[in-house]
């Protein structure tokens, strides 16, 4: 059974960094897009960031410049860096391994917790 797994959240004052990781397991990863999410309180999921299984990568224009996003299959990972935090970015970070070609696949981590204070 496939799973994947977030790591590295925390607390950090505005300005600072943290490196997010998303770690697979039970899946052909090279196989799989692998997005980042977040979410708020009392607001909806979002998209932050995703790579592609060939390395096409894309970001939410809140995050442009400041985060970037990387895989390692190897050893079945995506990282995500996170630089410049502001308060804004704090919410609960979810990994999510997507394969869009058949079979269809999708697992979801139980996310980390990403807190900027001011």
């Known amino acids: 059974q496939g799973q994947v797994v977030e790591s590295g959240g925390g607390s950090v004052q505005a300005g600072g960094s943290l490196r997010l990781s998303c770690t697979a397991s039970?899946?052909?990863?090279?196989?799989?897009?692998v997005a980042w999410y977040r979410q708020a309180p009392e607001s909806q999921r979002e998209l932050v960031a995703r790579?592609?299984?060939?390395?096409?990568?894309d970001f939410a224009d809140s995050v442009k410049g400041r985060f970037t996003i990387s895989r390692d299959n190897l050893k079945m990972k995506v990282h995500l860096e996170m630089n410049r935090l502001e308060p804004e970015d704090t919410a609960v970070y979810y990994c999510?391994?997507?394969?869009?070609?058949?079979?269809?696949?999708?697992?979801w981590g139980q996310g980390t917790q990403v807190t900027v204070s001011s």
């Open positions: 999510a391994a997507i394969r869009s070609t058949s079979p269809f696949r999708e697992y």
């Open positions: 790579i592609t299984n060939d390395e096409r990568t």
């Open positions: 039970g899946i052909i990863f090279s196989m799989f897009n």
